[in-house]
């Protein structure tokens, strides 16, 4: 198997992963539990550089859509600004896989933001451009409080399978 072929099936299943915790969770508490998506994008970046979480999120998406066909457009925009800003994260933050030991903080960093933003980003689309749930300020919370724990969870979960497993793996 060559090694395009292994990193199209590795982005694929990573992907997959995405649309299988996203599709079984309902809307607003997926906003709140995305470690699984945030895991997934990370190593995505730490895999395949300056475009991988973009182009995870975009396998993500695009299987999340077709489930939800209603919400297609909502769900491949998110899925898309999710994957560039972990992807923008990990450039203005220099993260640099050659120094694998030292990037743990800055995973944190990058995808707690990340998915600070995202997670907020969608619940105000959801709720006050496209009106699907009621605005609820301790619902607004929650979403803020648990995607800043499941970015950096996400984070130093990524930095302990880069450093435990998968640098080596890398090209």
């Known amino acids: 198997m060559s090694q395009q072929t292994k990193r199209l099936a590795t982005a694929s299943l990573f992907g997959v992963i995405i649309f299988v915790a996203k599709a079984f969770i309902p809307s607003p508490i997926n906003k709140m539990l995305v470690g699984v998506q945030a895991l997934m994008l990370a190593l995505g970046a730490l895999l395949y550089g ?10 993500g998406g695009v ?30 933050l220099k993260i640099d896989v050659a120094h694998s030991e030292t990037i743990t903080i800055k995973l944190v960093t990058a995808m707690t933001t990340s998915t600070v933003i995202v997670g907020l980003a969608s619940y105000y689309v959801t709720v006050h451009l496209i009106g699907l749930l009621p605005s609820s300020p301790p619902l607004e919370i929650m979403i ?5 724990i499941n970015g950096a969870v996400a ?17």
């Open 144 to 148: 803020l409080v648990a995607g800043t």
């Open 155 to 171: 984070g130093y979960l990524a930095s302990l399978i880069w450093n435990s497993y998968l640098k080596t793996f890398k090209n």
């Open 50 to 59: 300056s475009k991988g979480a973009t182009f995870i999120s975009l396998i």
């Open 63 to 92: 299987l999340t859509a077709l489930w939800n066909v209603a919400l297609a457009p909502f769900t491949l925009v998110f899925a898309l600004l999710y994957g560039l800003l972990v992807d923008s994260s990990f450039l203005l």
